[in-house]
């Protein structure tokens, strides 16, 4: 496994751990690391709440690039819970792909960080509503 991928894995670890904010908030129980084409990494944690207003850990770090000023994509790294394997979200691959339309497919995202499994945005979204 490259140095990368492991400075993602770090990146995230450092911002995970549940939280609970309010009766109604909490965050934290999952972790994501976003790496733009400059090659900065971008952290975020997931926020759940009552009435679907929270936000997974993945689009929280998307956002934070964006907010940065950088909008292109070249790897995302998520810490589930239980450091498990997990692919993003539904919701998560199309922000992905509306963010880097005609390019998202060769996002590298990190499957299962125990086996190194590595796979591309366009393997997860095979026949997606935007090419
Ligand atoms: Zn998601």
């Known amino acids: 496994m490259d140095q990368i991928w ?3 894995y770090n990146a995230a ?3 995970l751990g ?3 904010i309010s009766d109604y908030v909490t965050a934290g129980e999952v972790s994501a690391a976003v790496r733009s084409k400059s090659g900065k990494i971008y ?3 997931c926020i759940d709440t009552c009435s679907t207003l929270g936000i997974c850990a ?3 770090a998307i956002f934070n690039m964006i907010t940065n000023g950088e909008y292109e994509i070249d790897r995302v790294f998520c810490i589930p819970p239980n450091d498990g394997k997990g692919a993003p979200c539904g ?3 199309e922000l992905m792909v509306q963010l880097m339309p005609g390019r998202y497919k060769d996002i590298d995202i990190m ?3 125990s086996k190194g499994l590595v796979m591309k945005l366009g393997e997860l979204t095979p026949e ?3 090419d």
């Open 128 to 130: 997606w509503w935007i």
């Open 43 to 45: 952290v975020g944690v």
């Open 13 to 15: 670890k450092a911002v």
């Open 6 to 8: 492991v400075d993602m």
């Open 91 to 93: 919701a998560c691959r």
């Open 58 to 60: 993945e689009r929280n």
């Open 111 to 113: 499957i299962d960080y």
């Open 18 to 20: 549940g939280k609970r």
